[in-house]
DNA sequence: CTCAATAAAGAACGGTCATTCGGTTTTTCG
DNA sequence: CGAAAAACCGAATGACCGTTCTTTATTGAG
């Protein structure tokens, strides 16, 4: 819903704005995005079908057309948030401890992603994987998970400078390539937690640490 | 097209197999699930029609048919075939080299990745991003995954046992845990080199080793 | 070579689904 | 209160797509 240019009584085309509140729009979009993120958990983003969305919404189809101009921004919509969550835990977390090592931060990461898993409102962690697939043929996908996995790649980086600043961490690795490795176990604990259901951070971090005396 | 029974000469139902050659059939069945596999890493599981997969492989609708039930079967075939690739290695590689450290076998898995993503006929590893997706509301799949993914992660577990053994991986903590771990790595390998495009196995691996000192 | 049965072809069908659009209700503002 | 515009509703639409089915070609046996 696009403001409208209409003539008003000075012979002057203005802007028309919606007639009811920010808010309200805020939150009616919030409540499509929800109805859908339940479905796309249940059924994926492909076998979602708008008339699922709308009934389970409780809005009728022109409602949501008012809100998301197609199918395919409601699954943006959703991806992003997906993918976003991640980084949601450095701020918390970089802000608080001061001497974090690089472990301690990893594992603080695999306990955030159980706990935005357990999280009321569905397992958002199922919607990252499909949004990875989807990221592959879906360029505007693509570019949210860059942008959002460079973000967290940052975080890590840091973590990783400070670790060979304490000489915790060895500083003749780039800590770029330390990143990319810390960043990349998360994926991992992720999918195993969906596809096999038998891990857990304290022991899979416990279990990388065995490896590094080798 | 499964055998029929009819009645033959001597008044005895017998199966009567197909007219053409298994390794007809066969090469048949190879074609179709080769184009289809095009389709698949270009478009993904649920943009590819039929239609595609019927013009890319050269037969047509009839013809496909009769060697695949449904669409679903294609897909099945395809996502079994692209999480295999993974375990492939693990013949080779621990018939060989008998002193292997988890850390080397992990970088052989990286490596191996990395071929299997540049061989001809398209990268698979797009397709298993896709099954990973697919798994968690295809049943059928979900099985294929945790049968697979189990058996690549009782290689690394063989592994790890072997490193407790050598005095090279801390023996105190249980290989299940420390298999999680090195197969996790993988999939976030896998995943930066197709979303961030700019990971190797060589500095992976190297960022990995910078952590394990903390 | 002839016959019978399989294999392949491809047009047609039926169902599904995203989206639209004309009508109705609700809201805001003078 | 009354008018005008936005917000909402939901039945209708049209495109797309998996699958089937009839017809034709090919194969192998006798």
Redesign the interface.
């Known amino acids: 819903m696009a403001p409208r240019l209409v003539k008003n009584g000075h012979s002057f085309y203005v802007p028309v704005m919606p007639k009811v509140t920010e808010e309200h729009r805020a939150a009616r979009r919030a409540q499509i995005v929800a109805a859908a993120r339940r479905c796309v958990i249940?059924?994926?983003?492909?076998?979602t079908t708008m008339a699922e969305v709308i009934r389970e919404s409780g809005l009728s189809a022109g409602a949501v057309y008012g809100y998301f101009k197609s199918k395919e921004q409601i699954v943006e919509a959703i991806a992003e948030e997906a993918l976003s969550t991640v980084d949601e835990l450095f701020g918390k977390l970089l802000a608080s401890e001061e001497p974090l090592?690089?472990?301690a931060a990893l594992e603080a990461a695999l306990n955030h992603v159980v706990s935005i898993a357990e999280r009321p409102g569905g397992d958002v962690t199922?919607v990252a994987?499909?949004a990875?697939?989807?990221?592959?043929?879906n360029p505007a996908i693509?570019t949210i998970?860059?942008g959002k996995?460079?973000q967290v790649?940052g975080r890590f980086e840091d973590v990783?400078r400070r670790?060979q600043a304490d000489g915790?961490?060895?500083p003749?690795?780039?800590p770029?390539?330390?990143?990319?490795?810390?960043?990349?176990?998360?994926?991992?604990?992720l999918?195993?937690r969906?596809?096999?259901g038998?891990?857990a951070p304290g022991?899979?971090?416990?279990?990388?640490?065995?490896?590094?005396?080798?």
Do not use: C
């Open positions: 249940e059924q994926g983003f492909h076998k090592s690089p472990l199922r994987i499909q990875w697939s989807e990221a592959l043929r693509m998970a860059q996995y460079a790649r990783a670790g915790t961490v060895d003749s690795v780039d770029r390539h330390i990143a990319q490795a810390l960043f990349g176990i998360v994926p991992g604990f999918l195993q969906l596809i096999m038998d891990v022991t899979y971090t416990a279990g990388l640490r065995a490896l590094l005396r080798s």
